[in-house]
């Protein structure tokens, strides 16, 4: 296979701070394919990709009109708030961090059409395999919030707070970093930080919210949140986490899924209800680091795993590059993946189709429907099992298994042939 207009790989940035996901992948394969890294939807279509690469659930923009496209998904956090069914059911292959993170979707039936590559999670890049990440010389805290109002610790820890905290701990240094959609849908929050770096030197406001958080994570010897991601990726330096705990009738039960990370891991730093509370956990926090670092480890093995060779923007393209460009040990397998998802996009093509008709004609067509759902569901679940049954992954010959080359090709006669 080579490079040509087939091989075009796009990288869909919904919102800006996607960009430190995505760029470092494109920065990675521009070099050896066609590549194009864009917010507007219209110059992915007239791109016509082989592979789209995005970060959170959009693969519905895409579907109807890419139905060849293979969907790739990074991820941009740890945290679910139930966006997390939606992004992985929307993809082909999705990019996780570790081996724990893949059997905590199987058993919760969150699968992507076809496959999972472990991957790492790009932001963390910098932290894990660059330097060292280095404390600033003063005692710091990082305060960083969600943006939703019913989950967001923002509210709790206001102006007061702040100010309690800067009287009485005058030698901590605090950064406030908004999440990045902060100023548009709570400018309130942000003027009332503004006020408090005013009156306090000591009190930095990041107010670039595009910024990379991982860029300043190293700086923190505490960090205060609430269900945010960056609780997560912060475990990777093993220092304190305190989180901000909302009423109960506050929160909006349309984002939270008890079952994820962020509710059922409270354990892994101190947690506080109300301002007062903040107070004293950050002054624990400082005084003694070393608590709570073995539920920390326990988390962060879960969230890391044991440890990957390679920056996971070198993984993510490396993986890409072989359903592209695949070596000849690899050809097999990418054969039968390309013609999964021209299978599974003919489906839903046929479906897309027969639903208009239904709402245009006949109700009688939702039994025909139903049936050709049950037939791409099948075909996925085909596709399933046979790459779940190989021995050994992509990166590995299957020349030398015959009985597994009559089962390819079995299913390669049931499917849409290659173009």
């Known amino acids: 296979m080579t490079s040509d207009g087939a091989d075009r790989v796009a990288f869909y940035v919904a919102h800006e701070f996607h960009r430190a996901i995505l760029e470092p992948v494109y920065e990675e394969l521009r070099q050896k394919f066609p590549a194009l890294i864009t917010q507007n ?8 990709p082989r592979v789209l690469v995005l970060s959170d659930a959009h693969a519905f923009l895409f579907r109807r009109r890419l139905p060849e496209t293979a969907i790739i998904w990074t991820r941009h956090g740890f945290s679910n708030k139930k966006n997390i069914g939606p992004s992985i059911a929307g993809c082909d292959f999705a990019c996780l961090s570790s081996e724990w993170v893949r059997s905590d979707f199987e058993h ?46 923002a509210p709790i820890v206001a102006k007061e707070t702040f100010e309690q905290i800067c009287s009485e701990l005058p030698e901590l240094r605090v950064l406030i970093k908004p999440h ?50 960056v609780i997560f990726y912060f475990l990777a330096l093993d220092r304190p986490i305190i989180l901000v705990d909302v009423p109960k009738g506050q ?62 923007s070198t993984l993510i393209a490396q993986n890409i ?11 097999k397998l990418a054969e039968i993946t390309w013609n999964a998802i021209r299978t599974l996009g003919a489906y839903e093509g046929r479906v897309s189709e027969m639903e208009e008709l239904a709402r245009k004609h006949d109700e009688a067509l939702r039994i025909k429907i139903t ?47 290659p173009k």
């Open 321 to 331: 590059s072989r359903l592209l460009r695949p070596a000849p040990e690899e050809q």
């Open 41 to 48: 939807v219209e110059q992915i279509f007239a791109f016509e």
């Open 180 to 229: 990045p959609v902060t100023p548009d849908r709570n400018p309130e929050w942000m003027e009332a930080w503004r006020s408090i770096a005013r009156r306090h030197p000591k009190v930095r406001l990041i107010e670039d919210s595009h910024q990379n958080i991982y860029d300043l994570i190293g700086e923190a010897d505490v960090l205060v949140s609430d269900v945010s991601s």
């Open 108 to 153: 919760r039936g969150l699968r992507p059409r076809l496959g999972v590559w472990i991957t790492g999670f790009v932001l963390m890049d910098p932290v894990l395999y660059g330097p060292r990440p280095q404390r600033s010389e003063a005692p710091t805290m990082l305060f960083a919030p969600t943006w939703n109002p019913s989950l967001s610790a």
């Open 251 to 312: 929160l909006d039960p349309s984002v939270v899924d008890p079952a994820a990370p962020e509710w059922m891991w409270r354990d892994v730093g101190l947690r506080v209800d109300s301002p007062a509370d903040l107070f004293s956990a950050v002054k624990r926090c400082l005084t003694h680091p070393e608590e709570k670092a073995d539920v920390r480890a326990e988390y962060r093995r879960r969230v890391f795993g044991e440890g990957l060779k390679s920056r996971a």
């Open 371 to 417: 049936m050709l759902e049950n037939k791409l569901r099948d075909r996925q679940e085909a596709y399933n099992t046979l790459v779940d049954s190989l021995p050994l992954r992509l990166s590995r010959s299957i020349e030398r298994y015959p009985l597994v080359k009559r089962s390819l090709k079995a299913v390669m006669n049931k499917i849409v042939p």
